[in-house]
Each structure stands twice: as structure tokens, then as C-alpha cells.
T-cell receptor
Framework: IAGITQAPTSQILAAGRRMTLRCTQD?????MYWYRQDLGLGLRLIHY???????GKGEVPDGYSVSRANTDDFPLTLASAVPSQTSVYFC?????????????FGPGTRLTVL | GQNIDQPTEMTATEGAIVQINCTYQ??????LFWYQQHAGEAPTFLSY??LDGLEEKGRFSSFLSRSKGYSYLLLKELQMKDSASYLC??????????WGAGTKLIIKP
């Protein structure tokens, strides 16, 4: 692999179900991020991780949780999905947190909650 | 708080030049990024400005004026493949990116 992979590519989910979006990077980047992108709005930060073992809340964290057990993986979990969580989800990474390092994005997961 | 404005949509002709503007208000600033995003794809990095002035990279240039809270992305010799959305993002005092809604650029032959 090169860069960031996300899975699944797309998913249709019934409201109330639990869902985990997967993100893996092979660049040994310390910082990772989860964004959602909705029509007419800019990317919004959900959660981030500055380094393995630490996580933080972004602008729109409610209804989502993350973990960072190792450097490469940063899964995003929706404990009980709601229709307002219908969106395109992007995972990103950068070499170091707290710096102006460029963020690199995965291909995205298109999630529809019915 | 922070606020970023950029036009929703622009149209230009193949071979021409287009300037996409971005204005912002922020209490903390660590630079401004431009990304390109083709429909259905991930954003990809184009440029970063932290000092006032023009940064040139081939057909693409980016300008920043910190005192005016203003940046623009200049695309020259437009090609059909430049049809995409262009995202302006400022890096705040916590080194988090705050994103504009993006400008959809349509290139016509």
C-alpha cells in the first residue's frame, strides 16, 4: 500500500445500528484525523489523534468515538447511527501533530443511514 | 471565532486563467492551505502559504495577505482535468485546519 486506506468504500446502514469505519496508514505518521464532508459545508473535524494512545475531540464529536491502539490504525465508531450521520467520511494523517505538516487524505467512506 | 468564505462555483474556459478567492477571519493563524478535490475523490494538497506573497508551482500559484485576511489560488493554462472543487483551509493557533466549503470550478471547452 501507499498512503491511507479506508474501508468500507460505501455502506447503507439502518438507524440504531453500530458501525466502525476503518482507516490504516503506512506512512508512520504520528497524527491522524477523522472528518465528515457534507454538501455546502466545509470538512468538519470529528476526532483526532496526535500520537498512538491519545485521542481528542474535534468540532463535531457527538455520536462518534475513536481509538488509537497503534500508529497505523485509527477506527471511527458510530455507536448507534442516526440519519444525520449520513455523510462522506475522510480519514487523514500528517507526520507530526502541532505542526504545519501537510495532511494526506484517504479515499473516503460514503455512509447512508436510513 | 473563525470564518472562511469562498465562492460556491466558478466557470472558466480551457486555456484561460482563473483566480479563486478566499477570505477569512481568525484569532490565530499558522498558515493557509489549498487543496484540490475531484468529484468522488479525496482532497489532495496543492499549496501552503504562511508569509505574505505569491508562491508559484507550475500552472498553479497561491497568494496570501495576512493583514487583509485574503488568499487566492491562480490557475493558468486551464485544462479540462482542472475541473474540480478547490478547498481553502486555514490552520488555527492549535494547528487544526478550518475548512471553507469549497469552490466548484467548471472548465468549458
Amino acid at each position: 500500500i501507499a498512503g491511507i486506506t479506508q474501508a468500507p468504500t460505501s455502506q447503507i446502514l439502518a438507524a440504531g445500528r453500530r458501525m466502525t469505519l476503518r482507516c490504516t496508514q503506512d506512512m508512520r505518521h504520528n497524527a491522524m484525523y477523522w472528518y465528515r464532508q457534507d454538501l455546502g459545508l466545509g470538512l468538519r473535524l470529528i476526532h483526532y489523534s496526535n500520537t498512538a494512545g491519545t485521542t481528542g475531540k474535534g468540532e463535531v464529536p457527538d455520536g462518534y468515538s475513536v481509538s488509537r491502539a497503534n500508529t497505523d490504525d485509527f477506527p471511527l465508531t458510530l455507536a448507534s447511527a442516526v440519519p444525520s450521520q449520513t455523510s462522506v467520511y475522510f480519514c487523514a494523517s500528517s507526520a507530526q501533530a502541532g505542526s504545519t505538516d501537510t495532511q494526506y487524505f484517504g479515499p473516503g467512506t460514503r455512509l447512508t443511514v436510513l | 471565532g473563525q470564518n472562511i468564505d469562498q465562492p460556491t462555483e466558478m466557470t472558466a474556459t480551457e486555456g484561460a486563467i482563473v483566480q479563486i478567492n478566499c477570505t477569512y477571519q481568525t484569532s490565530g493563524f499558522n498558515g493557509l492551505f489549498w487543496y484540490q478535490q475531484h468529484a468522488g475523490e479525496a482532497p489532495t494538497f496543492l499549496s501552503y502559504n504562511v508569509l505574505d506573497g505569491l508562491e508559484e508551482k507550475g500552472r498553479f500559484s497561491s497568494f496570501l495577505s495576512r493583514s487583509k485576511g485574503y488568499s487566492y489560488l491562480l490557475l493558468k493554462e486551464l485544462q479540462m482535468k482542472d475541473s474540480a472543487s478547490y478547498l481553502c483551509a486555514l490552520m488555527d493557533s492549535n494547528y487544526q485546519l478550518i475548512w471553507g466549503a469549497g469552490t466548484k470550478l467548471i472548465i468549458k471547452p
